[in-house]
């Protein structure tokens, strides 16, 4: 049982959209089939675009490498036997060209299976090498598939100070509409658990909560059942509320830890991963496949059959859409990823990268354009803020361009969960304005002389699960 003054932390900050989550819960998953072409963006992970490893013209089979990490990152693979028709700049959700292999599904069905012979004694996580591990889930491709896409075989590297005591699995998914990880769990727990184990392995921690919260009864009953006869292991039930979901704020909540200023989890002794990103290491653990697919939540009022999908990376989003049953009526917004934090597209060309758990479309007649008032200084953004920030004030400084004051008034703290603007009555674009901070202070770093110390406060990335 959680102390109540461990739950105080989160209690009265966040908020509770309405969940929408009913209708694509219940649904057994479905497997897409394979599209006629896949574009692999070769910027799937935090960190720099890959090298590509194939050219135009090269034919390519299931589970071959197109791309290799040149810094920080991980490979990409291709999911589908094929021609490789281009290696050429094309659109990426964050709205830039960045280098994609294209190419041309001709139907074969050879597959590469990764590697395993380094893992050791490969009959139980328990006894299995943890330095494999970290290799296997580096050559597997796997990043934070929660959306924050840091490569994971960085996250399965313990620091020596302080030593990690604690691995969390994140269930909880709290955005709105997403049941892609409650689906994981419930149909395929087997994996998320043989992951976890690996990766509690590679960690070399003993104790492995798993977070769900309240609103997934079948996987809590599920899973509570499978870890009775594995030590070290415990489930945690939360309440719904987002961002519940946030790993400084699940961190604070299951330990009373607070996460340094600018800090990660790992600070803290703890280390989080997605219940998504657990089950695709156990996938490459005992079926030697690297990340190919994901499963998507598809929902939305533009759709006719909304539900969960495996999908393969690299299939175009209109492709998924129009096999969810895409209605005739204009699509006025599609979002790759929840409606809190996800981004907004116009282009159904976009393809499904790793890190997108879910598309929404939605109609005119559902999207309402509400115009952006005034502040009435209501203070409920700061109320509901899960970092304790005055969202409002950071806006006020990002607006006078005040960014370095912004920083001092803990800008890089925001996770950008959208929590403040989701409260505003006045329809304030807070987290824009957060963002777009963020990156002139980003700017103003890069433009700092080598060698210099920086005048701006330095943050490592925001990392979520
Ligand atoms: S300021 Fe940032 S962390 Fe706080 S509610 Fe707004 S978006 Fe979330
Ligand atoms: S919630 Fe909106 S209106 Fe209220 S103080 Fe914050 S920014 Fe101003």
């Given at each position: 049982?959680?102390?109540?003054?461990?739950?105080?932390?989160?209690r009265?900050?966040g908020?509770?959209?309405?969940?929408?989550?009913?209708?694509?819960?219940?649904?057994?998953?479905?497997?897409?089939?394979?599209?006629?072409?896949?574009?692999?963006?070769?910027?799937?992970?935090?960190?720099?675009?890959?090298?590509?490893?194939?050219?135009?013209g090269?034919?390519?089979?299931?589970?071959?490498?197109?791309?290799?990490?040149?810094g920080?990152?991980?490979?990409?693979?291709?999911?589908?036997?094929?021609?490789?028709?281009?290696?050429?700049?094309?659109?990426h959700?964050?709205?830039?060209?960045?280098?994609?292999?294209?190419?041309?599904n001709?139907?074969?069905?050879?597959?590469?299976?990764?590697?395993?012979?380094?893992l050791?004694?490969?009959?139980?996580?328990?006894?299995?090498?943890?330095?494999?591990?970290?290799?296997?889930?580096?050559?597997?491709?796997?990043?934070?598939?929660?959306?924050?896409?840091?490569?994971?075989?960085?996250?399965l590297?313990?620091?020596?100070d302080?030593?990690?005591?604690l691995?969390?699995l994140?269930?909880?998914?709290?955005?709105?509409?997403?049941?892609?990880d409650h689906?994981l769990?419930?149909?395929?727990?087997?994996?998320?658990?043989?992951?976890?184990r690996?990766?509690?392995?590679?960690?070399?921690?003993?104790?492995?909560?798993?977070?769900?919260?309240?609103?997934?009864?079948?996987?809590?009953?599920?899973?509570?059942?499978?870890?009775?006869?594995?030590?070290?292991?415990?489930?945690?039930?939360?309440?719904?509320?987002?961002?519940q979901?946030?790993?400084?704020?699940?961190t604070r909540?299951?330990?009373?830890?607070?996460?340094?200023?600018?800090?990660?989890?790992?600070?803290?002794?703890?280390?989080?991963?997605?219940?998504?990103t657990?089950?695709?290491?156990?996938?490459?653990?005992?079926?030697?496949?690297?990340?190919?697919?994901?499963?998507?939540?598809?929902?939305?009022?533009?759709?006719?059959?909304?539900?969960?999908?495996?999908?393969?990376?690299?299939?175009?989003?209109?492709?998924?859409?129009?096999?969810?049953?895409?209605?005739?009526?204009?699509?006025?917004?599609?979002?790759m990823?929840?409606?809190?934090?996800?981004?907004?597209?116009?282009?159904?060309?976009l393809?499904?990268?790793?890190?997108?758990?879910?598309?929404?479309?939605?109609?005119?007649e559902?999207?309402?354009?509400a115009?952006?008032?005034?502040?009435?200084?209501?203070?409920?953004?700061?109320?509901?803020?899960?970092?304790?920030?005055?969202?409002?004030?950071?806006?006020?400084?990002?607006?006078?361009?005040?960014?370095?004051?912004?920083?001092?008034?803990g800008?890089?703290?925001?996770?950008e969960?959208?929590?403040?603007?989701?409260?505003?009555?006045?329809?304030?674009?807070?987290v824009?304005?957060?963002?777009?901070?963020?990156?002139?202070?980003?700017r103003r770093?890069?433009?700092?002389?080598?060698?210099q110390?920086?005048?701006?406060?330095?943050?490592?990335?925001?990392?979520?699960?």
């Amino acid at each position: 049982m959680l102390s109540l003054a461990i739950l105080e932390h989160f209690r009265g900050r966040g908020v509770r959209p309405p969940e929408e989550k009913r209708i694509t819960a219940g649904k057994p998953s479905r497997r897409l089939p394979a599209p006629d072409k896949v574009y692999l963006s070769l910027l799937q992970h935090a960190g720099t675009p890959c090298t590509p490893t194939v050219r135009k013209g090269d034919r390519v089979i299931r589970g071959q490498v197109v791309g290799e990490p040149s810094g920080l990152g991980a490979p990409v693979h291709s999911p589908i036997c094929g021609r490789v028709v281009a290696v050429e700049p094309y659109p990426h959700p964050s709205g830039q060209l960045v280098p994609t292999v294209i190419i041309e599904n001709d139907g074969g069905d050879s597959f590469l299976p990764l590697d395993r012979s380094y893992l050791g004694d490969t009959s139980m996580p328990e006894a299995m090498d943890p330095a494999g591990i970290r290799r296997l889930a580096l050559e597997a491709g796997l990043v934070g598939l929660g959306g924050g896409l840091f490569p994971t075989h960085i996250k399965l590297t313990p620091r020596s100070d302080p030593r990690p005591d604690l691995l969390i699995l994140n269930g909880c998914e709290c955005e709105p509409y997403l049941t892609c990880d409650h689906r994981l769990m419930v149909e395929e727990p087997h994996l998320v658990l043989w992951g976890a184990r690996a990766m509690r392995r590679a960690l070399g921690v003993n104790n492995v909560v798993i977070a769900i919260e309240d609103n997934k009864p079948d996987a809590i009953e599920l899973i509570s059942h499978m870890i009775r006869e594995l030590p070290g292991f415990s489930l945690r039930v939360l309440p719904s509320r987002y961002p519940q979901g946030a790993e400084r704020t699940l961190t604070r909540t299951l330990t009373g830890r607070q996460v340094p200023s600018c800090g990660l989890p790992a600070d803290v002794g703890v280390v989080v991963h997605n219940v998504g990103t657990a089950a695709a290491l156990g996938r490459a653990l005992l079926h030697s496949e690297p990340l190919l697919e994901r499963i998507v939540t598809v929902a939305g009022d533009a759709v006719r059959e909304p539900g969960n999908f495996w999908v393969a990376i690299g299939t175009p989003i209109g492709e998924v859409l129009r096999q969810a049953g895409l209605k005739e009526a204009p699509v006025r917004k599609v979002i790759m990823g929840g409606p809190m934090m996800g981004l907004a597209t116009s282009s159904l060309e976009l393809p499904i990268l790793k890190g997108c758990s879910g598309l929404l479309a939605f109609t005119a007649e559902q999207e309402t354009l509400a115009e952006s008032l005034p502040c009435v200084r209501c203070g409920r953004c700061l109320e509901v803020c899960p970092q304790g920030l005055a969202p409002v004030r950071l806006t006020q400084l990002v607006a006078a361009g005040m960014v370095t004051e912004a920083a001092t008034n803990g800008l890089l703290d925001c996770v950008e969960c959208g929590a403040c603007a989701y409260i505003c009555p006045s329809r304030r674009p807070l987290v824009q304005y957060l963002r777009q901070g963020k990156a002139e202070l980003r700017r103003r770093q890069a433009q700092q002389p080598a060698g210099q110390p920086t005048k701006q406060p330095v943050c490592r990335d925001q990392v979520s699960a």
